[in-house]
């Protein structure tokens, strides 16, 4: 084995290594990144209400008032009169239209993304041609809609396509139900398919059969 063979093993082996690196350090990177700015933006919110009350700045003492509201929410929306109260509120913001518009628009979000079956926006994951013939892509059945037009009116579906690693922006398409295939994948495996850039797979992708 001569010398240049042993330099190109070596800067092989090298690549591979540090590309190991990457892959085990990138979750990790972004999951502290991710933290740090939500901490940041909460505690920059409510910091400033406790540095006038206390005359003095507490680090970190705003998150933590932020997580004990998010408690005391929760609580609260599992009886009667905090569902009442959260109804009030989101009829008044419904009363505001371009509010209500942002409003809905995250909540339906949240929901697509939320565990359970009740209130979900994603129903099925599909195999979709996108962008052209040939290249198929993963995408979520939001809805089915009737679409009248002068030329080939009919039932749709409409199908969001996420671009990861941001699961806040994507593509929306609308196709016929018989140009997708419908996956044997739950919504939960499609997104960690799609948002893993196709590194945590399933194994097998297959078709849903009935």
């Known amino acids: 084995m001569n010398d240049e063979v042993i330099v190109h093993t070596f800067w092989q082996s090298l690549r591979g290594t540090f590309g190991r690196g990457v892959i085990v350090l990138l979750p990790v990177v972004i999951t502290i990144w991710f933290f740090n700015l939500l901490f940041t933006t909460v505690d920059g919110i409510i910091s400033p209400v406790f540095d006038q009350l206390l005359y003095r700045h507490i680090p970190g003492l705003g998150f933590v008032s932020m997580i004990i509201l998010i408690l005391m929410v929760g609580v609260l929306s599992r009886n009667l009169i905090g569902l009442a109260i959260f109804k009030f509120f989101e009829r008044l913001i419904f009363s505001i239209p371009l509010a209500r518009t942002i409003y809905s628009a995250t909540k339906d979000l949240l929901n697509a993304f939320g565990g359970g079956k009740q209130g979900r926006s994603f129903r099925e994951v599909v195999l ?83």
Do not use: Q
């Open 128 to 210: 979709v041609e996108y962008p052209r013939p040939g290249i198929s892509t993963i995408g979520f059945v939001t809805n089915e809609l009737s679409v009248e037009l002068d030329t080939e009116p009919g039932k749709m579906i409409s199908i969001y396509i996420l671009n990861p690693p941001n699961p806040t922006s994507g593509m929306l398409i609308l196709t016929r139900r018989e140009s997708v295939k419908v996956l044997d994948l739950s919504v939960e495996e499609g997104l960690k398919l799609v948002l893993s850039a196709g590194i945590v797979t399933p194994g097998t992708i297959r078709d849903k059969k009935g």
